[in-house]
Structure formats: structure tokens, C-alpha cells
């Protein structure tokens, strides 16, 4: 879960910092889809969430869901914020 919420922070963050820029950066498709979607392991998250479902393990599916979703959109949430602060013009 960690691994996906650093990068959820990371692409929150970074994309604050491309738009503020106001100009095409080519290096944006490859550290947003590219190294940051190979960092974050949601194939890896998505495995262990049906695992557990299939194993009966309801409640603990549930709540990997759940903190793994909330943690990942605050992270988000948080690199925008960050990111915005740091790199706004104003």
C-alpha cells in the first residue's frame, strides 16, 4: 500500500508542477504513466484484494480496499495541495 500511495502523492504533486508551468513538457507522459505507473503495484493491490475475497476473508478484503482507496486519494489530494503551494505563481 505504500508503494501506491507514494506514487499517487508523487503524480499529484508533479502534475501540480507541469500545469503550472503552462507549457508541453515531454517528459510528463514518461514520469506520470511510465515510471510512476510502474512504481505504484495496483496489479499487486488488485491480486491480494480478490484473494482475499476468494479465501472468505471478506472483512479483510474490505478494509484493504477501503484504506488502500482513501490513503491513495489523500496522497493525491496532498501532492496537488503541495505542489500547488510550492509552485503557484501568485
Do not use: D, H, Q, W
Not at 503550472?20 to 507522459?29: A, I, Q, R, V, Y
Not at 471478506?58 to 490513503?71: C, D, M, P, V
Request: net charge positive; proline share 2%; with cysteine.
Amino acid at each position: 500500500m505504500l508503494a501506491n500511495v507514494i506514487g499517487c502523492f508523487l503524480i499529484g504533486f508533479l502534475m501540480s508542477y507541469f500545469l503550472s508551468s503552462g507549457k508541453n513538457n515531454p517528459f510528463m507522459p514518461f514520469l506520470i504513466t511510465g515510471f510512476l505507473g510502474g512504481f505504484t503495484t495496483f496489479s499487486t493491490f488488485s491480486y491480494e484484494t480478490i484473494s482475499l475475497f476468494t479465501n472468505g476473508a471478506i472483512a479483510k478484503g474490505l478494509i484493504n480496499l477501503s484504506l488502500t482507496l482513501f490513503f491513495c486519494f489523500l496522497g493525491v489530494a496532498l501532492g496537488i495541495f503541495l505542489g500547488k503551494l510550492i509552485f503557484s505563481r501568485n
